[in-house]
């Protein structure tokens, strides 16, 4: 990176910094000389619950809606912004009464209700990183993002609607924290109503502890520095890494992009992100971005097809949404569905579509636009990551011309290259790895507990340049546009979700029945990537055709349990062998091609060539 990050670059993220209201004032927008460890608005101070509640009350928006919340069972909560800030100070009392000072993490699982927006913005007030487990996660999961983090207190609840039944979520937490000593307390939300185990003196209900607190809370200005939340993430190794954000530069780039990729207008837009709190996304705009710039938003708990797959079309509908933020994974699974389904619904309320997540097919773009924008709303495909922690490149919906399929060019204040293997920028229609060249205000601080790691990661790949690197491959189009190409590493996108082909190689192998497993992303229509796994038994048995199902399926179930149902395996097949390399490196790219049913690649660097013919031969009939 450049060593005088531009002059004008920084100029506009004082002016964006501006949205928010600070208590003391920045000295120095940008403090750079501790590289790759960025320090931004140096000196300033702030509370962003404040900023997200607090201040709109104060400006006479009291009774402007901030959540139009509907449950998957069709029960709905209506939420002012006044009545947020009563719900927020209350949960913050609650949590000074169990001891908590700022500095201490606070675990979070919890379905899409309102408490865990609640909790979140309780924690920010008070200065207690957060951890949000995404709750589809496992006991397993959860307890290792606990241990590393050193949360003190759990905020879960009893159960959770999925597909329109009660699942149990206590019963499952207490799993993890059952074997995580830094949890003091669980403080647990009346959901689904249903019996949970209890330990009496460290379990609390939200609604005894929380709903008796006073609504009068004073906020503390935080240093613009002072960590936000940590938010786990899969790398190329087994082990998640706990991405750090930190308050003002995070908090200024969620409100700016919010407002500037959406052309949102707080007076009148009603919007919906469709992600879960659990993901990164979820922070940044059902959070934090929407809440910081006064948003009307709709918070939706459940599944999209539950109890029939035009729930969300007739939510757009009932609350007049005008600007809809999803994923393709979703989209392509409602192009599956049927455009009659869409169609029985008035959607001329949308203004704006947004796309996150993957890459956006173009046939998958022009659906959206189509069947749910009514052939006139854009489309806006926005790239970004947990670790850029708000929208890098986006079009801005003002742009005119289309193009499906490309998030175009870096928003204002950003800075990305596609560079080759030298870290030199290719030219138009080339294609490469996609870098950020500038510090940007809500770029990761780093990994938590873990400096090496983020250098290494993120930092290593184009020392000389100082580039950040992405892990995505990119193109420059004929007229420099950007393409974004998926991920270049060992991490799939699944449905949109990262999940590392590591971690779920590490969850199969700690299955006393493999012995080694090589796990890639193989293209899926709905999913984008789909998850499949080549395992060799202990033993080097071979499965018998009855007793193959009986042990995939086993296996299935153990990732699910090891990770959470979002990594269990499309396919698992068992091989006698693995292709590897004379060095022991496993070849991806040939069992891609066995996955993707393709003609195997060259295979002249295998350690034995004969192993494809191997794995090939095993297969037959095995899908
Ligand atoms: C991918 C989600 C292409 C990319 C906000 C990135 C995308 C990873 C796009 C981050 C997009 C996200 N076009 N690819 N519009 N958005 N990605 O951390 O591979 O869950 O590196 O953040 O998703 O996933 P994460």
Redesign the pocket.
Known sequence: MSPSPDHDRLEFWEEQAQRLHWDTRWNQALDWSDAPFARWFTGGTLNVAYNCVDRHVEAGHGDQVAFHWEGEPGDTRTITYAELRSEVCKTANALLSLGLRAGDRVAIQLPMIPEAVFAMLACARLGLPHSVVFGGFSPAALRSRIEDAGARLLITSDGQYRRGKAEPMKALTDEATGHTPSIEHVLVVRRTGADVPWTEGRDLWWHHLVDTQSAAHRPEAFDAEHPLFILY?SGTTGKPKG?LHTTGGYLTQAAYTHRAVFGLDPDSDIYWCTADIG???GH?YIVYGPLANRTTSVMYEGTPNTPHEGRHFEIIERYGVSVYYTA?TLIRTFMKWGEDIPARYDLSSIGVLG??????NPEAWRWYRKHIGGDRAPVV????????GA?M??PLPDRPDVKPGS?RTPLPGISAKVVDDQGREVGKGESGYLVLDQPWPSMLRGVWGDDDRYRETYWSRFPAQGYYF???GARYDEDGDIW????IDD?M?VS???ISTAEVESALVSHSAVAEAAVVGASDATTGQAIVAFVILRGGATVRETDAGRVVAALREHVAQEIGPIAKPRQILTVPELPKTRSGKIMRRLLRDVAENREVGDVTTLADASVMDLINAGLVGET
Do not use: F, K, M, Y
């Not at 796309?355 to 956006?360: F, K, N, R, T, Y």
């Not at 495909?381 to 850029?388: C, F, K, L, P």
């Not at 974004?484 to 991920?487: A, F, N, Q, T």
């Open positions: 993430t991405i993901w990164i996304t940044s393709p796309s996150v997540g993957e890459p956006i495909d926005t790239w970004w990551q947990t670790e850029t929208v490149i986006a998030a992405a892990g995505d974004l190409l998926g991920r991490v996108n949109g979700h990262r």
